[in-house]
């Protein structure tokens, strides 16, 4: 069969692929090298009757500590890009897989604007448009163009900006479906953006437990409150079961102290929506995607 040809591990450790470090097993990741073997796994998935879930750099998903038979798709093999330049205006033209991390060395060295508020968000671009990640005022899709999404039948469709239904933390690619590849747009800054993005990685570091695994942030923000400060008035910050905890340094910060266990995590998200819903009668609405 065609899929058996495209890379894969199988009773692979969905440890290796969350940053918070929990999971059980996968029955099998895939590993594909471009569209077509994308396309491939989704078409056989739909087929089975087996849902997908793509797996970037993990920074906002936990998984249970079962074996899941979920097609899972590591977007590992996908980080080639482009960069074109018209006039001041510079497009990234990246395959699913690129990271921040990349992202920002190419900021850095051609010292463009627009991305300097997403510095050090552990993610890769594909996984950020899906979730429109965000930080400090500036959402991923206020810089995206254009995205080339992979529907469940393996078909390739194409979406501009305007066309994006997008709100904060979502898009409607959390739906299904896989992101291939995304065009962001940025412009040569008249800032010295290497400081800029310096202040930002030094800000990340003094408030955030980088220390640790953690899944990044656990719940969206109810605005106008912030569930930081919600958890805190409730008495979560550091608050821990087993090796799982919310940070003491951020409350809204879930961190692994060792070995945590999903089933002591689940429970302490449990005890923390009940606690924060009978103190203010607002539901925490969870950013970290759970994977049963």
Known sequence: MLIDRIEQAENASLKEFSSIR????????????????????LRESLERGVMTF?????????????DLKHFFISTNNLKKYVIRQVNDEYYIDMLAGVSFKTIVSIVKRLNLEGFENLSGIPATIGGAVCMNAGAYGTEIMDLVQKVYWLDEKGDMVEFYHQDIIRSYRYSQFQ?????????????????????????????RNRKQPLDLPTSGSTYKNPLPHYAGKLLE????????IGDVGFSSKHANFLVNYGDGKFAD??????????????STEIELEREVKIVE
């Open 265 to 278: 995590l689940i429970r302490l998200l449990e005890k923390a929506e009940e606690a924060v819903f009978k």
């Open 54 to 66: 793509p797996i970037g750099l993990g920074s906002n998903v936990i998984f249970s500590d079962s």
């Open 233 to 240: 008035e409730v008495g979560f910050k550091g608050r821990r």
């Open 175 to 203: 739906e299904g479906g896989f992101v291939y590849r995304v065009i962001i747009k940025l412009k040569k800054s008249k800032k010295e953006i290497k400081k800029v993005i310096k202040e930002h990685l030094l800000e």
């Open 22 to 41: 929990i999971g059980g097993r996968a029955k099998r990741i895939f590993f594909p090298k471009n569209e077509e073997e994308a396309r491939i796994i």
